[in-house]
């Protein structure tokens, strides 16, 4: 069945002109627009935060992996059960994701204090993964634990050097 040659040489209300006598030149062409304008669109989205970018996800779990490993091999034990770990992720989330409504930084700092060991740090961060943050509309893209903490705390440095000052006397390596 042949495409009419006039059918390839407007999309809608756009015209396009023609390169050649071949309606399949002009096809590739056409498609070759709509494709490139599709991936620069995505790229765009991606940048923006609007699209999640998984690469940083599945290197920081590979890493968090072989940290839990190392750390067991040193005979360094997690301190509590996994559903702790979760626990205080989520509480730690709900606490950031709040924090335009209510000051719950102390809950942060609290939660914080309670790893006693590098290996904790990485459960912790581990059950945390990566999580999308709103002050009312999305803030960027999905950060990791130790970055939204960071973020959180930004502007109050008394509360991350408790964070800081508390892990370096437990011999925790971590800092936020």
Sequence with gaps: MAVPVKALTS???IKIPTVS?????????KAG?????????????????????KRGEKANKKAE????KKLESEGIKPSYKESFYH???DA????MMHSAIADNKGLVVEIAKLMK???DVIKWSQAYGFRQRYIF??????????TSISDELSGHTKKRNAINADWTVKGITFRV
């Design 11 to 13: 999309l809608g209300n």
């Design 65 to 68: 992996q072989s940290d839990i």
């Design 92 to 95: 730690a989330y709900n606490a």
């Design 117 to 119: 060991n590098d290996l």
């Design 87 to 89: 626990q205080k992720a």
């Design 33 to 53: 627009i709509v494709i490139g304008t599709a991936y620069g669109g995505f790229v765009l989205l991606r940048e923006a935060g609007i699209i999640a970018d």
């Design 137 to 146: 509309i999305k803030d960027g893209p999905p950060t990791d634990l130790m």
């Design 21 to 29: 006598e071949n309606p399949w030149v002009d096809l590739g062409v």
